[in-house]
Every structure is written in structure tokens, then in C-alpha cells.
């Protein structure tokens, strides 16, 4: 299937319109960065992420009225994937200190709720995240390490061998926000399906190391195509993925807080979409700049500018076909994808038409403003 196949347009000739286009652009995603800032994931800032699946469909803002005054600070909350799931994060890694006695309290209940008036020994609570127990005999520490794993704690033996006493319970932020739900919703169980938590170090590093890899891939795209082809094509090739990278994270500055389908942060699924943004522009463009190549052997004697532009127009159909096809798969992605996978369809949606743009107005467009600018002919 074949369509523009005898497109003739000077695509080149209007370049200095899209320059004052891809600037705009530019300008405004740096300007909503530097005053509104990028929102960053759970990867990259720290804290704890919790995923809530209930049985039935649930109103966000009653959730969010049930557990935003419980003391773990500012929640957020959105919901998950369907109308039964629910996302919680918090930049807090551990339960506060002025919660944890009341969360050791809410362990006491249900063990006395399982045996009424046995002896329980609390032999080490010096960590926030763990309460360890000792009970009279093994057989007991059994029953109750069971009843409370089925009540939805999070507990365990401390040893595994027969004449163990001790069990200890993992005091985590969800117990905490579940202890407040339950009693709230009562005619709407639910359970916890997921509970990160990422320390600050960690997500510093992982944002370093996410910095760090989107810009090798740029150095080592330049040495490649600078041997596949010239080096100003190489050098228009990485600004014109740079202009890709940098519009399409502006564009994350710019929709949040406007539309609230697109309030996506900046997380390593994101760093995955940037990565094959990359992939995905540079292919379009070493495919335009191979036909350029071609057409530059046959027409030796023809400008450039009109060289380039039979490059563009011949591989027109074939960057049509395959961008749209593209697109229509990663349009369905970010209708149906969910929630955890907006943000990385979003990017490569917008990634694809601006890498597809920038090819052309961009990467090709300072290919010839080099030779215009130099005098110099470019031969292959």
C-alpha cells in the first residue's frame, strides 16, 4: 500500500516557520518547568505507594475524607485502574511515631479477639516498622500467627523451629490506613495489592541513573550515525532528539493540574517511554537521512535544498503508514492502558508526532542551514 507516493512538497522552504513553532514550544514547557515544576513518582522522590482493591465500586472523595486526617500527613489519592481501585501515596517511608503506639494497640485487639485472655509479651518494639510478640507456647504462637496473617496482618514466625514462641508483626503504613477503612466501609471489603515504599537515597540515585542513561544513548547515537553518515547529520539528528525529549517533558509541566486525565509524573516507566521515544525518532530519521543520501549520489548537481526535499516527499509515505499505525496502537493504549500505563503511552504518543515532526523541521532543516550557511557541498 502506497499513498503521497508522488508528493511534491517544499517542506524545507517552510522551516522558518516551524523553528518559530518548535521555540514556542520549547518556551512554554521550560516556563511552566522552572515555575510549576515536574511532578516526580514514588521512584524518584521516596515514599510509600499503596494500591487498595475493594469488591465494589467506590466514590474517590469519600475515601479520600476517610483516611486524609488519619496523621500520615498529605495523601494522595486517585483511583486505580477501574472504580474498585484505589492509589495511595505518601511521601512518608514508616509509620510516625505518634501512630505507632495506636497501631500496636489495634495488634493487641485482634490477638485478644482470637484468645481471649491469653498472655502476650511485647520482647522488641524499637522499630517502627515491627512489633515482635512472645507467647506461652508454640501451638499458640501458631494459631495467632495464622488468624492474624487471615485478618490481613502481615505477620510470621520469628524462627521455624518447633519450640518457637516469638512472632513478629510487620507495622507498615498500609495496617494503619486499614484500620481506619475498615469501620468506614463496612458493606466494602477490601484488601491491600500493593505496598512500595522507596527511601530518598534510592530514588535520588534512580533519578541520577535516569539522567545519566537518556544521555548515553544520546553520545553514543551521535558516534553512530556520525560514522553511518556526516557529522552534521549526526549533530541534527541528537538536537532534534533532544527538542523531542525536552518539548514532550514540558508538555508534563504544562497539562498537570489542567486536565485531570493527563496529571502524569515523572517515574522510571516514563524514563522506559523517553528511551523508546529515542529509538523510535532516530529510525525515522536515519530512514529520511538514508533517502536523502541517495538522492544526493543520483542529483550531484541539483541544489541541496531541492535534494532534500525529494528525501522527505519519497519517504513520506512510508513515515505516514508506519506513525499511524503507531499511533492508533498507543492511542488504545492510553484509553484503555489504565492508569499505570497513561503516562507511558501518553509519551509516546506525543513522542511519535514530535519525533516525526522534528525529522523533517528539525534534524533535516539544520542539515541544510549548515551547508547554506557554509558554502560547503556535501558529498557522499
Known amino acids: 500500500m502506497r499513498i503521497f507516493e508522488n508528493l511534491h512538497v517544499d517542506f524545507l522552504g517552510k522551516r522558518n516557520f516551524f523553528y518559530g513553532v518548535s521555540a514556542s514550544l520549547f518556551l512554554l514547557g521550560f516556563i511552566n518547568i522552572i515555575f510549576r515544576g515536574l511532578q516526580f513518582g514514588i521512584d524518584f522522590k521516596g515514599g510509600t505507594e499503596i494500591v487498595l482493591q475493594f469488591q465494589k465500586p467506590i466514590d474517590?472523595?469519600?475515601?479520600?475524607?476517610?483516611?486524609q486526617n488519619i496523621g500520615l500527613?498529605?495523601?494522595?489519592?486517585?483511583?486505580?485502574?477501574?472504580e474498585t481501585g484505589v492509589l495511595v501515596r505518601t511521601e512518608l517511608q514508616q509509620i510516625p511515631r505518634t501512630i505507632y503506639p495506636k497501631v500496636v494497640e489495634n495488634i493487641n485487639k485482634a490477638i485478644e479477639n482470637i484468645l481471649p485472655g491469653i498472655t502476650t509479651k511485647i520482647i522488641d518494639s524499637s522499630s517502627a516498622n515491627s512489633v515482635t510478640y512472645a507467647f506461652p507456647n508454640p501451638d499458640t504462637t501458631d494459631i495467632i500467627v495464622d488468624k492474624l496473617f487471615?485478618?490481613?496482618y502481615q505477620t510470621g514466625k520469628v524462627s521455624e523451629e518447633q519450640n518457637n514462641k516469638q512472632m513478629v508483626v510487620r507495622v507498615g503504613i498500609s495496617d494503619w490506613i486499614k484500620s481506619n477503612l475498615r469501620d468506614k466501609v463496612k458493606d466494602n471489603s477490601f484488601t491491600v495489592l500493593?505496598?512500595?515504599?522507596?527511601?530518598?537515597?534510592?530514588?535520588?540515585?534512580?533519578?541520577?541513573?535516569?539522567?545519566i542513561a537518556i544521555f548515553l544513548s544520546l553520545v553514543v547515537i551521535l558516534i553512530y550515525l556520525a560514522f553511518r553518515f556526516k557529522f552534521i547529520f549526526a549533530f541534527g539528528a541528537v538536537v532534534a532528539l533532544f527538542h523531542d525529549v525536552l518539548i514532550t517533558m514540558g508538555l508534563y509541566a504544562v497539562l498537570y493540574g489542567v486536565i485531570p486525565g493527563l496529571n502524569l509524573e515523572i517515574d522510571l516507566t516514563v524514563v522506559a517511554a523517553f528511551l523508546t521515544l529515542i529509538g523510535y525518532s532516530i529510525n525515522d530519521t536515519v530512514i529520511v537521512f538514508d533517502r536523502v543520501r541517495e538522492e544526493m549520489k543520483i542529483h550531484k548537481?541539483?541544489?541541496?535544498?531541492?535534494?532534500?526535499?525529494?528525501?522527505i516527499n519519497r519517504t513520506m509515505?512510508?513515515?505516514?503508514?508506519?506513525?499511524?499505525?503507531?499511533?492508533?496502537?498507543?492511542?488504545?493504549?492510553?484509553?484503555?492502558?489504565?492508569?499505570v500505563l497513561?503516562?507511558?503511552?501518553?509519551?509516546?504518543?506525543?513522542?511519535i508526532i514530535i519525533g516525526t515532526y522534528s525529522s523533517i523541521f528539525v534534524a533535516s532543516a539544520l542539515v541544510l542551514e549548515y551547508a547554506n550557511r557554509t558554502k560547503k557541498k556535501i558529498q557522499f
Open 60 to 67: 474517590i472523595a469519600n475515601i479520600r475524607n476517610d483516611i
Open 73 to 82: 500527613g498529605n495523601l494522595e489519592l486517585k483511583t486505580f485502574g477501574s
Open 150 to 152: 487471615n485478618a490481613g
Open 194 to 211: 500493593r505496598e512500595e515504599l522507596v527511601g530518598p537515597k534510592i530514588g535520588s540515585e534512580l533519578k541520577q541513573d535516569a539522567v
Open 301 to 311: 548537481t541539483t541544489p541541496i535544498k531541492e535534494v532534500m526535499n525529494m528525501g
Open 317 to 339: 509515505s512510508r513515515t505516514i503508514l508506519t506513525g499511524g499505525t503507531t499511533l492508533m496502537s498507543v492511542f488504545v493504549l492510553l484509553l484503555l492502558g489504565g492508569e
Open 342 to 351: 497513561r503516562a507511558f503511552a501518553f509519551t509516546l504518543f506525543f513522542g
